[in-house]
């Protein structure tokens, strides 16, 4: 199962630094959020486009996690030369995480 | 006796927005206030650059068209706040209040608020770049723009003294709604956890079509109504919280879903929410859908505001230069691969005068990079070149390589080249006490 599959998510960017938040549909599926999506699976999904740190806040009030991800925009909206200066579109990669007790174990983007 | 309420609605969220929609909502009879948000982290440094080559620009760009709005607006009572003033707040009154007389509106009350441009101070002091690594003084004549976040304090000013239409410059985004928020249910802006409530509405209505179905679609999982005709959102507000709606007839859609992602948008921590008016909390925020399109939220918090205000300071970086061309069919990422090593060889000749450059495929690796790769085949990639260049000229020639790509590998087509000023912004952290704010209020 995709991550897709039960949450949705929105990125937004200030400076060098990207967020995304992610939410669940369906409130049951919340621990598995947080059981699934960390910071260190964020980590190995953006690999070398997050230059900095990633940290996890949880939102238990709506079912939601906010990473916060320093150095990840090639050195800022205004600064970097990347095709999506943003980062609009982490919203979407996150979105691909597999989940889920089958989810496979050597696959971790 | 009813509890005192507010209505505000969002007329703008960025310098380039729509204004279909805020004229709709100036018109519909359901708000009292409209709030213009017409700034981005970089609009501003542009808009500077358009004030050093002409010193009557640098204001926002819609205000010969928004002039009837605001004519009829605030002849029924309506009241509107926006940092339209860019980095020219002065050049932004005298055109709405020349346009306003020409057009026979008189008696409109304009506010200016003036203070948030402390480009002097920041070159002839020195402040941290913490983002950059450096400090003011070492890029010195290269800085062309400092401006500070201005809060919801000179706002409130300014419509105590009567003002219609408020004009600033780098006011705050939420601070747009939050001053008339406490202005009209008589919150002290150090009540923080009601400046914290306030902030919340503000953060749901600065961005606009965020909060009625923007940037949300993800079909089949996400799809909401006539995209193509988002409504702006607009807020009850009360002390018992606020009902955020859009107008009957408008695309898109108001709902728990969209106003999380909008709540939880580009902010950090989310107890710790810094805007120059409150250190706002945002982690215990209830969603309540009360309605077809409507939500009641409330429960945000607040402490003290920052002692530190913000300041984006714009940076000269030169040019950027982008060109693209595509390539299709079988073997088209090889060949692409090959029009980059033409490129890279072309572009050494340049090399002086080019700062960075890169290049990428889109359709392959231009938002992800190599390292996620799910996709096995590719039927068709466009190579997109960009640089940063010291001059003009050299970003200029550097683009020319890519239309010249033409006669490169076989079947590149559909080439686009663009050249523009390069002006970064990075972030900057001054007292409070530094910045001081002036209103004025000129009647047409």
Known sequence: ?109 | MAAPTVTIGCGSAYANDRLAPAFDLARSGRVRYLGFDCLAERTLALAQIRKMSDPSKGHDERIAELVPLVAEFTAGGGRIVGNFGAANPPAAVNQFVSVLRAGGRSGVRVAMIEGDDILETVRCEDFALPELGTSTSTLADRIVSAHAYIGAEPIVAALAEGADLVVGGRLADPSLFVAPICYELGWDVTDWSRVGQATLVGHLLECGVHSTGGNFEDPPHRVIPDPWNLGFPFAEVSDDGAVVTKLPGTGGAVDVRTARTQIYYEIGDPSCYLTPDVTADFSHVEITETGPNAVRVRGAGGRKRPELLKVLVGIDHGFKGIGEISYGGPGCLDRARRAEEILRHRLAALESDIIDARIDFQGWNSLFGDSYRPAKEVTEVRLRLAVQARTREAAAAAVYEVEYLYFGPAGGGGVVTNVVPHIAVTPAFVPRERVSTNVEVVVT
């Open chain 1, 1 to 109: 199962m995709k991550l897709r599959d039960i949450a949705y998510t929105r990125s937004g960017d200030k400076s060098d630094t990207s967020n995304i938040c992610v939410f669940v549909y369906d409130d049951a599926d919340y621990s598995l959020l947080v059981r699934e999506v960390t910071a260190e699976r964020l980590t190995t999904l953006f690999g070398p486009l997050v230059h900095g740190s990633i940290t996890r806040y949880e939102i238990p009030a709506n079912k939601g996690l906010n990473f916060v991800m320093t150095e990840a925009l090639g050195g800022g909206v205004s600064m970097t030369l990347r095709a999506d200066p943003h980062g609009k579109s982490f919203q979407s990669l996150v979105l691909d995480l597999d989940i889920g007790p089958h989810r496979p174990v050597s696959d971790d983007g």
